[in-house]
T-cell receptor
Framework: DGGITQSPKYLFRKEGQNVTLSCEQN?????MYWYRQDPGQGLRLIYY???????QKGDIAEGYSVSREKKESFPLTVTSAQKNPTAFYLC???????????????FGEGSWLTVV | AQSVTQLDSHVSVSEGTPVLLRCNYS??????LFWYVQHPNKGLQLLLK??????LVKGINGFEAEFKKSETSFHLTKPSAHMSDAAEYFC?????????????FGSGTKLNVKP
């Protein structure tokens, strides 16, 4: 089945640690995204990538880093510089081109990160 | 500038009664518009999308939305609510043609369905 796979579903981080969230898609999409969602709040864009080896900061990039070495993969590292990382993280992708149906964004199942 | 406003943060209906979730957008171009549903601890699932074809768009699970350019609205409706519809709903607008990889999200509406 085609889709977006995020792992792990639940992750615990100690103070001062870096952690990496995995995101893999087999939809052959060019664009990929990371969003942060805090309880009871909407989505905020962390980083996005429109093509391999290129990515742009979103609205809340401080304390996060990404890479896009392969089309299928867009891992997110939450660094120790992110002071309040406890949140639900959503990876998404879109075809990255326009067709008769426009451009549409699709989401993975999300990952919970908790600081302990 | 593009923006999306979901007019209600919480909506409560009884099972079997109609659902109306309101969304207004601001855009300087003809956007694509979307509704997504999110169940607890899950990702967002696409319900329906409007891309300048028919103004009344039918989606999954009996939902539909009507694009009204004059009112800059894209309200989501369902004739009869089911308990399984309880979730959070997001209205989304796409970016302009020169930046179509951008998406703008509303703040969400939590739908509660009472038995």
């Amino acid at each position: 089945d085609g889709g977006i796979t995020q792992s792990p579903k639940y992750l615990f981080r100690k103070e001062g640690q870096n952690v990496t969230l995995s995101c893999e898609q087999n939809l052959n999409h060019d664009a990929m995204y990371w969003y942060r969602q805090d309880p009871g709040q909407g989505l905020r864009l962390i980083y996005y990538s429109q093509i391999v080896n290129d990515f742009q900061k979103g609205d809340i990039a401080e304390g996060y880093s990404v890479s896009r070495e392969k089309k299928e993969s867009f891992p997110l590292t939450v660094t120790s510089a992110q002071k309040n990382p406890t949140a639900f993280y959503l990876c998404a992708s879109s075809p990255g081109h326009l067709d008769s149906g426009g451009n549409t964004i699709y989401f993975g199942e999300g990952s919970w990160l908790t600081v302990v | 500038a593009q923006s999306v406003t979901q007019l209600d943060s919480h909506v409560s209906v009884s099972e079997g009664t109609p659902v109306l979730l309101r969304c207004n957008y601001s855009s300087s171009y003809s956007p694509s518009l979307f509704w997504y549903v999110q169940h607890p601890n899950k990702g967002l699932q696409l319900l329906l999308k409007y891309t300048s074809a028919a103004t009344l768009v039918k989606g999954i699970n009996g939902f539909e939305a009507e694009f009204k350019k004059s009112e800059t609205s894209f309200h989501l409706t369902k004739p009869s609510a089911h308990m399984s519809d309880a979730a959070e709903y997001f209205c989304v607008v796409s970016g302009p043609l020169y930046n179509f990889n951008k998406f703008y999200f509303g703040s969400g509406t939590k739908l509660n369905v009472k038995p």
